[in-house]
C-alpha cells in the first residue's frame, strides 16, 4: 500500500479538482472534462505503449486520432444507396487495383535482383497504376459527390451502431501503422519524429480533400450515439420520477403545485445532460480500465520485461536473441491501434466528424506533454498526465483570467493593454502548457508519477 | 510564337512563384540545418521562431509608419528587420541560457532536446498570439508590382503576361546577399571554420582548443537573423499568420532533410527541392499543352498531376522517399 501512496494522493487530487468544478461551474462542464480527460488517457496510453515501453518516438498521433474518426463515420452512417449505385462499382475496381499494384510490387521485389531495371520496373508499375486509378475514379467522384451535395455526397457507412467503430477505429489505425513501421521504422529517434509527424499530415490532407470518403471538410454530423438523446429522456417516466426522487428535498420546499411542475421540468432538462455524460463517462472509464488492465499485465509480463531491454539497450537485446525489428514494429501498431480507440471514442462523444480540426498542436504535441508530464513508462503516470494536462488545457483561460486581473487590478478596466491581455486569454494555455513541460523536464524530468521497475 | 507563349507561361505561374517560395524556404532550412549540425537536435520550434521574428518586423514597421518614417517604392518592413533581428537574437540566446544549455551541459539524448524544443514551441507560440493576436496580417507597402502582365505584353506583343512582384525580386536578391555573407562565413573565416569542425566532430573540435560557448551562441544569432529575414520575406510575399508560419516548419524539414541534414548548402538547395517540386506537381498544365500541341490534339482536362490541396503532401512524400533510399539526403549530410 505505501509504494502505491504517490498514485492515490495523484489521483485523489486529481478527482477533487474535478469534483471542484463541478461544484463551481456546473456538472455539466465537470462531467464533459471528465469525458475528455478519459478519451485523452486512451491517447496517452498509446503513445507511453510506444514512447514509455519501447522508446519508438511517434509524432503520427494526430494521423491515427483522425483515422479512428473515420472509422466512426464508416461504421455508423447508413450507406448512401444512390451513390453506390452510381459509384460503387467503379470505387471497388480501384481497391482491386491497389491491390494489384502492391502485390505485383511485391512480385517485383521478391523475383528480381536489385538493379536499376527493377527500380524502373517498380516505378512503371507505379505510375500506369496511378493513371488507372485516376481513370476510374475521375468519373465515379464526380458523380458520388454530385448526389444531393448539401446533406451526402460520399459513399455513407455500414449503418452498424457505432460502438463497433471503436474496434475498427483500432483495426484502421493499425493498419496504418503497420505500413508505416515497415517504412520508417529503421530511422534514427528524430527522425522518425519528423517522417510520422509528416506522415500524419499527409493522412489529414487525404480525409480533408477526399469527399467522396466523408464529406471532407463539409463535415459528417448527427452521427448515432451508443447513449440515449436527451429529448426522448425529458420525456420517458422512469426518469422524471427518477429526478423527482433525486431532487425531493428541493421540491418538498415548495408548496405550489405550477411553481414546482416547472422547477421539476427544469431540473428533468438540467440532469438530462448530465445523464447523457454520465452514460458517456461510464463506457469510457470501462474501455479505459479495461487497457490498463492488459498494459498492466503486458507491462509485467516477460514480454514488458524483453521490451524494456530492447529500449535500454537493443544491441545487447539483439544478442540475447531478441527480434528487436519484429518487437518495434509490434508495439508500433499495438500503440497506435489504442490511439484509433481514443480518436474513435472522441468521434462517438462529440456525434460529428470535422476533418478539419485535426490540428498537430491539439492532437500530437498536447498528447505527447501530457506522456511527459504524467510519467513515461508508467500507465498510472501516463493516464494522470491525460488528466492533468487536459484539465489545465480547459480551465486555463479562468485561471488566466483571474491571474491577469490580479495583477492589473491597480489599472483601469479600459486601460488598452489590459483589454489586449483579456482578448487574448485563449492563447494563455499555449504559454501553460509550454513552461509546464519545460518545469517538468528540467526539475523532474521522468514525470509526475516516475517508472517504477520492480527489481526480483 | 506559341512556343514562347508557352515557355512564359510556365515562366509566371511556375518558376517566379517556385524561385521565392523556395528561398524563403530555403533560408529556414539553413538555420535548421545548422542547428541540427552543431547542437545536434531537430528544433521543432523553427517556424514559430520565424513567425517571432517576423512579428516583431510587423511591429517597427508599424512604428515607423506611425512616425513617418518610409523607404519610397521599397517596403518599410526592410528598415525594420534589422531592429527585429536584434530583438530575435537576444530572444534565442535567452532561451539558450534559460532551457537549452542545462541538457547541453548535462549531455541529454538528442530527443530530450527535441522535446524540450517543443516546450519552446509552445511558448513562442503562446508569446506571438498574445502579443500580436492570431490574425492574418499584412504589412506590405511601397511599390507592389516590378513588372506587370500588361506591361509586359504590351512590350513584347505575347499572349501571355510575365509578372514580378517586388517581393519575389526583393526574396531573391536578399537570399542571394545573406546565404553568400552566410557560406563565406562558413568556409573562410576562423570561426566559421570552427563551426564546420565543432559540427564534424566534437571531441577533436574541442582538442583543438575551439571555444564550443561561442560556436553555440553563434551557432543561435544566424538562427534567429535567417529566421527573422525568412520569416519577413515570406510575410512581405504572402502574408503572416501564425498559423501558417507553424505549418511551415513541416516544408522547411522536408527541405533540410531532403538537403541531407547538418548541411547547410544541402539545405539551401533542399528548398528549392521542395518549392519546385510542390509547384511543379499541383499546377494545372492544360494552357501549357493548349500552346504547344496542334489544335486537333488539345487537352479537355485540367491535366493537373495532384489538385492543389495536396501541396503539402508532395513535399512529404519526397522527404519520405529520400528518408527511404538515400537517409543521408540527396547533398550528403550526417550519416544517420
Redesign the interface.
Known amino acids: 500500500m505505501k509504494q502505491h501512496k504517490d498514485v492515490i494522493v495523484a489521483y485523489a487530487i486529481m478527482l477533487g479538482l474535478i469534483i471542484l468544478v463541478g461544484v463551481l461551474q456546473s456538472w455539466s462542464i465537470a462531467l464533459s472534462i471528465l469525458c475528455f480527460c478519459l478519451i485523452s488517457a486512451v491517447m496517452t496510453m498509446g503513445a507511453n505503449i510506444q514512447w514509455g515501453y519501447a522508446g519508438l518516438?511517434n509524432f503520427g498521433i494526430m494521423g491515427y486520432t483522425a483515422l479512428g474518426g473515420l472509422a466512426a463515420v464508416l461504421v455508423s452512417v447508413p450507406p448512401v444507396k444512390e451513390a453506390w449505385q452510381v459509384g460503387g462499382l467503379s470505387m471497388i475496381l480501384c481497391v482491386f487495383v491497389i491491390v494489384a499494384i502492391v502485390f505485383s510490387i511485391r512480385f517485383i521485389l521478391k523475383k528480381f535482383k536489385k538493379t536499376k531495371k527493377r527500380n524502373y520496373g517498380i516505378a512503371a508499375v507505379i505510375i500506369t497504376g496511378l493513371i488507372l486509378l485516376r481513370l476510374i475514379s475521375g468519373p465515379a467522384i464526380e458523380s458520388i459527390e454530385a448526389v444531393s451535395p448539401a446533406t451526402t455526397g460520399f459513399l455513407g457507412g455500414m449503418g452498424l451502431p457505432i460502438l463497433f467503430s471503436w474496434i475498427v477505429g483500432a483495426f484502421f489505425a493499425g493498419a496504418l501503422a503497420y505500413v508505416i513501421g515497415k517504412?520508417?521504422l529503421g530511422?534514427?529517434?528524430?527522425?522518425l519524429?519528423?517522417?510520422t509527424?509528416?506522415?500524419s499530415?499527409?493522412v489529414i490532407?487525404?480525409i480533408?480533400?477526399e469527399d467522396w470518403l466523408a464529406r471532407g471538410v463539409k463535415n459528417v454530423i448527427g452521427l448515432k450515439r451508443p447513449v440515449p438523446y436527451e429529448i426522448d429522456l425529458q420525456t420517458k417516466e422512469w426518469f422524471i420520477n427518477l429526478v423527482e426522487k433525486f431532487h425531493r428535498g428541493t421540491l418538498n420546499l415548495i408548496t405550489d403545485t405550477l411553481e414546482k411542475q416547472q422547477l421539476l421540468k427544469q431540473l428533468v432538462i438540467e440532469s438530462s445532460t448530465v445523464f447523457v455524460k454520465l452514460c458517456f463517462a461510464g463506457l469510457f472509464i470501462a474501455v479505459v480500465t479495461i487497457l490498463l488492465i492488459i498494459t498492466q499485465k503486458a507491462l509485467y509480463s516477460p514480454w514488458g520485461r524483453m521490451m524494456r531491454a530492447i529500449r535500454d539497450n537493443e544491441e545487447a537485446a539483439n544478442a540475447m536473441g531478441k527480434n528487436v525489428v519484429k518487437q518495434h514494429l509490434l508495439i508500433f501498431v499495438l500503440g497506435s491501434a489504442i490511439v484509433g480507440i481514443a480518436g474513435a471514442m472522441m468521434v462517438t462523444y462529440d456525434g460529428l466528424f470535422t476533418p478539419g480540426s485535426y490540428r498537430p498542436?491539439r492532437y500530437t504535441?498536447l498528447i505527447?506533454?501530457m506522456v511527459?508530464v504524467g510519467g513515461s513508462g508508467n500507465n498510472f503516470g501516463a493516464i494522470l498526465g491525460g488528466f492533468a494536462v487536459w484539465f489545465l488545457w480547459i480551465e486555463a483561460a479562468p485561471i488566466a483570467l483571474f491571474l491577469i486581473n490580479f495583477f492589473t487590478s491597480g489599472l483601469e478596466e479600459t486601460n488598452t493593454f489590459r483589454v489586449h491581455?483579456v482578448?487574448?486569454i485563449p492563447?494563455?494555455?499555449?504559454?501553460m502548457?509550454?513552461?509546464g513541460?519545460?518545469l517538468i523536464?528540467?526539475y523532474r524530468?521522468r514525470g509526475i508519477l516516475p517508472e517504477k521497475i520492480k527489481h526480483i | 510564337m506559341d512556343f514562347i507563349n508557352a515557355i512564359v507561361l510556365l515562366l509566371n505561374y511556375i518558376f517566379v512563384p517556385a524561385l521565392s517560395y523556395g528561398s524563403q524556404l530555403a533560408l529556414g532550412a539553413i538555420f535548421v540545418s545548422l542547428i541540427y549540425g552543431i547542437l545536434r537536435f531537430a528544433y521543432f520550434s523553427a517556424g514559430d521562431l520565424m513567425s517571432f521574428g517576423t512579428m516583431f518586423t510587423i511591429l517597427f514597421t508599424w512604428y515607423f509608419q506611425s512616425i513617418g518614417i518610409s523607404l519610397g517604392v521599397l517596403p518599410t518592413a526592410l528598415l525594420a528587420i534589422p531592429f527585429a533581428v536584434i530583438i530575435s537574437i537576444l530572444f534565442t540566446l535567452g532561451m539558450d541560457k534559460v532551457v537549452f544549455s542545462y541538457y547541453r551541459i548535462k549531455k541529454s539524448p538528442p530527443v530530450m532536446l527535441a522535446m524540450v524544443s517543443i516546450g519552446v514551441m509552445f511558448v513562442t507560440q503562446a508569446i506571438v498570439r498574445i502579443i500580436i493576436g492570431p490574425f492574418d496580417r499584412r504589412f506590405f507597402d511601397g511599390e507592389r508590382f516590378i513588372l506587370k502582365a500588361n506591361e509586359f505584353k504590351e512590350m513584347t506583343g505575347l499572349n501571355e503576361g510575365l509578372s514580378i512582384k517586388s517581393t519575389q525580386a526583393l526574396t531573391l536578391f536578399v537570399t542571394i546577399v545573406v546565404v553568400s555573407i552566410l557560406f563565406w562565413f562558413l568556409n573562410k573565416t576562423k570561426t566559421g571554420k570552427s563551426m564546420r569542425a565543432y559540427s564534424d566532430n566534437e571531441d577533436l573540435a574541442l582538442l583543438s582548443g575551439i571555444d564550443p560557448k561561442k560556436v553555440v551562441m553563434i551557432t543561435w544569432v544566424i538562427a534567429a537573423v535567417l529566421a527573422t529575414i525568412g520569416g519577413a520575406l515570406y510575410g512581405l510575399d504572402k502574408s503572416f499568420k501564425p498559423f501558417t508560419y507553424f505549418n511551415n516548419m513541416l516544408p522547411i524539414f522536408a527541405a533540410a532533410i531532403v538537403g541531407g541534414i547538418g548541411n547547410p548548402f544541402g539545405a539551401f538547395l533542399g528548398g528549392y527541392v521542395i518549392a519546385f517540386s510542390e509547384i511543379l506537381l499541383t499546377y494545372a498544365y492544360r494552357k501549357f499543352f493548349v500552346y504547344i500541341l496542334p489544335e486537333s490534339m488539345e487537352p479537355n482536362s485540367l491535366i493537373q498531376l495532384l489538385s492543389t490541396d495536396y501541396k503539402f503532401a508532395v513535399s512529404f512524400s519526397i522527404l519520405v522517399i529520400v528518408l527511404l533510399f538515400r537517409p543521408s539526403g540527396i547533398f550528403k549530410g550526417k550519416v544517420i
Not at chain 1, 492563447?427 to 504559454?431: H, I
Open positions: 518516438i517504412i520508417a530511422l534514427r529517434a528524430d527522425y519524429a519528423i517522417a509527424l509528416l506522415i499530415e499527409i490532407a487525404v480533408k480533400h498542436m504535441f505527447w506533454v511527459i491581455l482578448n487574448s492563447y494563455f494555455r499555449y504559454l502548457m509550454g513552461i513541460l519545460l523536464m528540467r524530468s
